[in-house]
């Protein structure tokens, strides 16, 4: 039997994930998230009154060979759901520029900032996805709906094979990916379920996982939220910070 070459490794693989992104975006699980996107769509925002919105659930974005991954809340009305790319289009100043210019510091992005998916922006070495796919009302998602959209971070991160470490940004994306990978872990006695924190690290070496699969390390950071961002709870340093940490881990 012949080795499977990388080339074709890389093909499985975007494939694999182009199959993920298909699923994504067919999605109807969740009838009152797609009631609420569809309706925004519709609706729109005055400032984008010309626009024609993405209003469907929004796929991950960056580099197939990724060693990070970044794993957000969910789309914003006006933002994802709009332009149809994670942390895209909120308007400037917003989160997806406060996370861009993070990740150009830290050498993960080309640009600063990210308006609209033909802005020329590409992710080196990172990977950015949500924990739910369909913008919710008032940006809380029920936990039920976070339950069924585990399965696309399932496929989407299987098609990721070399993930290393995850950035969970604010708590919901933290247990959510706690709870992706709750089966895949042996657990002890002594275990104690980590607490989301700020810059906190989660090494799962020492839980011996059910599989081959090597569990990436977690790592804490809050979401790059206007209501984060404005009031000084997350500040640019404090985000470069978790980025520069997330390297060293690599």
């Known amino acids: 039997m012949k080795p499977i070459s990388v080339a074709n490794l890389r093909l499985g693989s975007a494939r694999q994930l182009a199959d ?11 009838p009152r998230l797609r009631s609420y996107c569809q309706r925004v769509a519709v609706e729109k925002k005055r400032a984008y009154r010309e626009d024609t919105y993405w209003g469907r659930p929004v796929p991950g974005f960056g580099d197939p060979s990724a060693r990070l991954l970044l794993l957000g809340l969910a789309p914003a009305a006006h933002g994802a759901n709009r332009t149809g790319r994670v942390f895209t289009g909120d308007g400037t100043g917003g989160s997806g520029d406060f996370l861009m210019s993070a990740l150009h510091r830290t050498g993960f992005s080309n640009l600063t900032t990210s308006s609209h998916p033909d802005d020329g922006l590409t992710l080196t070495d990172a990977y950015i996805a949500a924990a739910v796919r369909c913008a919710p009302p008032d940006n809380k998602p029920l936990p039920e709906e976070i339950t069924r959209c585990l ?10 094979p070399n993930v290393r470490v995850v950035v969970a940004l604010g708590k919901i994306a933290f247990d959510a990916w706690l709870q992706l990978i709750r089966g895949r872990l042996q657990r002890d006695p002594s275990y104690r379920r980590p607490q989301f924190g700020h810059g906190v690290v989660v090494n799962f070496e020492h839980q011996r996982p059910t599989t081959n699969y090597r569990l990436p390390t977690l790592v804490g950071c809050y979401h790059p939220s206007r209501q984060n961002t404005n009031t000084g709870k997350l500040t640019a340093r404090m985000m470069v910070d978790v980025f520069r940490k997330a390297r060293k881990l690599l």
Do not use: F, M, N, P
């Open 151 to 160: 399965d696309h971070l399932e496929l989407e991160v299987s098609a990721l």
């Open 20 to 30: 993920a992104h298909h699923a994504i975006v067919s999605c109807e699980r969740c």
